[in-house]
C-alpha cells in the first residue's frame, strides 16, 4: 500500500509553518518542511485583500516545499477558541452527554452555543464510579469561516481543523501510555498555552494573552528601544543574567514570572484533582521558549524537570539535515503534530 502523505499547515501571527510527513512506516517520515513570514495584518484583519494576501503566502510556501496535494491539516489559534476539561459529569451515554455538554459549555463560553461549533471528546467514563472526563473544545464560527475562506482563496481543502495544543501533545507525547505526567507550555507571539498531559490524554488547558510579542514590546519600552531591536536583543541575550549588566533580564524578567506563576497555578490545579498522579516535567515548545536563559529561569521557579520541545522524536528524518531541524525545533511543534495526524 502507497504511503499517505500528510501536510500540517500552522498559521501563525507573524510566520507560517508548513510540515510534509510520510505515513506507512513504523514513524512518520520527514518529506519537506519550510516557513515565511505572514503578511500583516493578516488572519487578524477583516478586508479581503488582507486575507488574499495571507492565501498567497500560505499558497506560496506549500509550492516551495513541493507539497504533494491541495489538502492540509489546519491548527485553530488556541487565543480565539475555548476548550475545557469538564470533570463533574456522571455516567451518560453518547445522546446524553451531547446534551450535557451543551448546557455546561454555556458555563464557559461567552457565547451564545449556536455561534460556536462544538466538538469533545471523552477522556474516560467509568459507570462505577459514576464519572465522566470530557475534552470539549467551543470553536466561534465566524473565526472557522474566515480560516475556511482563506483556505479557499489558497485552493486547499482542510481534511481537519484542530487546536494548536492537541497537534503539539500529538507531536511532543504522542500516544505513549507511560510518559511521564507532562505540562506542555506552548509561548507563542500573542499568547501562552497550557496543557497538562497524561497517558497520551489532555486532563486541563489553560491560555493567556501574554506571549513573544508582549515580552518585545516590554524590552522596547525599558530600554526605549524600536520593536525590531528590541526582539533581535531579547533572541540573542533572553533572560541570561551576565549579559549587558542584567538590563536585559530585568525587562524580561516580570512578564517571563507571569508565565511561571501560570504555570504554577496550572500545576497546582491538576494535582489538586489528581494527588495520586503528579507532574514529573515541563516542556516548553513554541518560538518564545527559544529564547536564552528561559529553561534555567523555569527549572529554578518550578523546581521541575524542564526540557526544551523536540517535536522531531518520534519523526524518521534524514540525519543530514537533523542540526537544522534542532535549530528550529520549538517553530514546527504545531505543523509537526499537524502533520502527524493520520485519521
Known sequence: MAAKLVTGL??????????VLSHGGKQPHLVSFGAVSAPQPGLASEGK??????????????????????????????????TRVISDIPYMTDEELASAIRYSAEEFVPLPVDQVNLYWQ????????????VFVVATPKVITEKYM?????????????????????????????????????????????????????????????????ALTRAL???????????????????????QLGGKIYQALKPLTEVLVSEARRVIQAFQ???????????????GGANMPGVVVYFANSLGLEIQEADPW????KDPAIAQRLQAEAMNYTIAVGLAMREG
Open 10 to 19: 500552522d498559521i501563525g501571527t507573524f510566520s507560517i509553518k508548513a510540515v
Open 313 to 316: 522524536y518520534f519523526v524518521d
Open 49 to 82: 485583500a488582507d486575507l488574499e494576501a495571507e492565501a498567497e503566502a500560505i499558497k506560496g510556501l506549500l509550492d516551495s516545499i513541493k507539497a504533494p496535494s491541495s489538502s492540509v491539516v489546519v491548527a485553530l489559534p488556541e487565543s480565539k477558541i475555548f
Open 220 to 242: 522596547a519600552q525599558y530600554l526605549n528601544f524600536e520593536q525590531p531591536q528590541a526582539e533581535e536583543y531579547k533572541k540573542v541575550y533572553g533572560l541570561a543574567e551576565d
Open 272 to 286: 489538586v484533582k489528581n494527588p495520586q498522579n503528579p507532574i514529573k516535567r515541563v516542556v516548553l515548545a513554541g
Open 122 to 133: 471523552t477522556v474516560a467514563r467509568s459507570k462505577e464510579q459514576n464519572s465522566t472526563l
Open 149 to 213: 475562506d482563506v483556505l479557499q482563496m489558497a485552493k486547499l481543502k482542510p481534511l481537519a481543523l484542530e487546536t494548536e495544543l492537541i497537534a503539539a501533545t500529538r507531536a511532543l507525547v504522542g500516544n505513549n501510555p507511560y510518559a511521564p505526567t507532562t505540562l506542555i507550555v506552548q509561548i507563542g507571539a500573542s499568547s501562552t498555552d497550557f496543557a497538562v498531559v497524561s497517558k497520551g490524554m489532555m486532563f486541563l488547558t489553560r491560555s493567556i494573552a501574554t506571549g513573544g510579542m
